[in-house]
């Protein structure tokens, strides 16, 4: 039992390319998050999903795009990637309301 | 949207101190998270609270709906609490879309 997964761990990219990161749950969670932190700003939500074939958009979406195939996996996409994308990327999983979330190990993004 | 403030950013402290961590936040809401992130940059719940208090071995989380504010409290500190912890609350009140956090308190536990 894995809980929730990222991968890759770490990533240099070159701005402008492409990259996809893939959040794993096997705790059959209907909610997924995709946060990134960065110093001194505090975790901030990107994307969310509250079940499979849905997404929706948190408070820092630009630049991002996710997709949520199947129940277990949250996708997340950077198309043209920025030196602005350059933070830890987190993954968490949760019941919504009042259940607690569990977060993934993260994932350092590096855009050069 | 709701907005988080904690106090202190930085916190230093001799083993065996009694710890108290601070978090407010502006618009009602369901319930509040504690989270912890160690130095490798993993982040674990701690509590989730919705009222009154709860406590977790020498750890303690109390919360005041009325005045939104909370405390996390740690007993007999040791150099392994060293750690951010982080204050969380729903970004909308509800809770399903997502938490807004806090900038963390940091944490030191000197020998």
């Known amino acids: 039992n894995a809980g929730v997964t990222q991968t890759p761990k770490f990533r240099v990219l070159k701005t402008g390319q492409s990259m996809t990161l893939l959040c794993a749950q096997d705790?059959?969670?209907?909610?997924m998050y995709w946060y990134r932190q960065d110093p001194g700003m505090g975790l901030r939500l990107i994307h969310y999903?509250?079940?499979?074939?849905?997404?929706a958009k948190g408070e820092v979406p630009d630049g991002y795009n996710v997709s949520r195939l199947k129940k277990q996996n949250f996708l997340l996409g950077l198309e043209s990637a920025a030196p602005s994308q350059t933070s830890v990327y987190f993954c968490?999983?949760?019941?919504?309301?009042?259940?607690?979330?569990?977060f993934g190990p993260g994932t350092r993004l590096t855009v050069l | 949207k709701n907005e988080v403030e904690q106090s202190p950013q930085n916190l230093t402290a001799q083993e065996g101190e009694f710890i108290t961590i601070n978090c407010s936040y502006s618009?009602?809401?369901?319930?509040l998270h504690w989270l912890q992130q160690h130095p490798g940059g993993g982040i674990v719940s701690l509590f989730m609270?919705?009222?009154g208090k709860k406590k977790h071995g020498r750890l303690i989380a109390t919360i005041n709906i009325q005045e939104k504010h909370s405390s996390l409290h740690i007993t007999a500190s040791h150099p392994r609490d060293s750690a951010v912890y982080i204050c969380?609350?729903?970004?909308?009140?509800?809770?399903?879309?997502?938490?807004?956090f806090g900038k963390g308190t940091h944490l030191i536990i000197q020998p």
């Open positions: 968490a999983i949760g019941r919504g309301g009042l259940g607690e979330q569990f």
């Open positions: 705790m059959n969670h209907e909610y």
């Open positions: 999903s509250v079940g499979e074939g849905t997404t």
């Open positions: 618009v009602g809401i369901s319930a």
């Open positions: 609270l919705s009222s």
């Open positions: 969380a609350v729903p970004l909308s009140g509800g809770g399903a879309d997502g938490l807004t």
